[in-house]
């Protein structure tokens, strides 16, 4: 079948219009690549997992302490760490994106990836800073015995996988649960979490009970 000359430039118009499409629609992409969210940042990378098993393997094995004499005033925080920026503001920035904060280094906008159960959340007063590795279950662990100052390092510890942006109301539920208590909700994330806790006990000196030690080890060994 012939096509008239009409129905040939009509066919060459849409083509041209298509390709030109075509390229803006390309450019746009382009563009957004290049203004897109920043990425989600997140605490210092723990070791391997076989690291991290070689870690665990070096702990002391002891039963739990007790928990007399403990309280949150024994471990100092949120200590300054810059200027009017304390603590919990240092991780909110270095946790988000795209994080504003005022004139006193508080957090008034930003979005915040909890990767213990996969929510995002746009205010900060819904992230609670965790502490891996609880204070009280450090306390149960050795810190019992550590200086103020020692306790306030721990607390306040930026160099290592031990303070972490999540979701406030399952960091509640966390509370001061070792892994042998508590896992996590999002699975996915578990080997990051045991090799962080692994770290932290590791780098501190601090003990592991035969229960955590076992879950640990049954995480570690599938990662």
Not at 64 to 75: I, L, N
Not at 126 to 150: F, N, Q
Request: with cysteine; net charge positive.
């Amino acid at each position: 079948m012939h096509r008239t000359r009409g129905a040939l430039a009509r066919h060459g118009f849409y083509a041209r219009q298509a390709t030109v499409l075509g390229a803006l629609l390309a450019l746009c992409a382009g563009l957004l690549l290049l203004t897109g969210p920043t990425a989600q940042a997140a605490p210092p990378t723990p070791p391997s997992a076989a690291t991290a098993r070689s870690y665990l393997n070096a702990l002391t094995v002891r039963a739990e302490g007790s928990s007399s004499g403990y309280s949150r005033d024994r471990f100092p925080h949120w200590i300054t760490q810059s200027g009017s920026c304390n603590t919990r503001e240092v991780v909110l920035k270095r946790d988000g994106a795209d994080v504003v904060q005022n004139s006193s280094c508080a957090a008034t906008g930003g979005r915040w990836y909890s990767p213990f159960d996969g929510a995002t959340w746009y205010a900060a007063s819904d992230v609670d800073i965790d502490h891996v590795v609880p204070l009280a279950e450090a306390w149960r662990s050795g810190a019992s015995s550590w200086t103020t100052a020692k306790r306030q390092a721990f607390a306040n510890e930026l160099g290592i996988a031990q303070l972490i942006a999540v979701t406030d109301n399952v960091n509640q539920a966390k509370g001061d649960k070792d892994p042998a208590e508590w896992m996590p909700p999002r699975t996915a994330y578990h080997c990051t979490y045991a090799r962080m806790w692994v770290w932290v006990k590791y780098d501190y000196g601090l003990s592991v009970d035969s229960a955590e030690k076992n879950k640990l080890s049954s995480v570690l060994g599938g990662c």
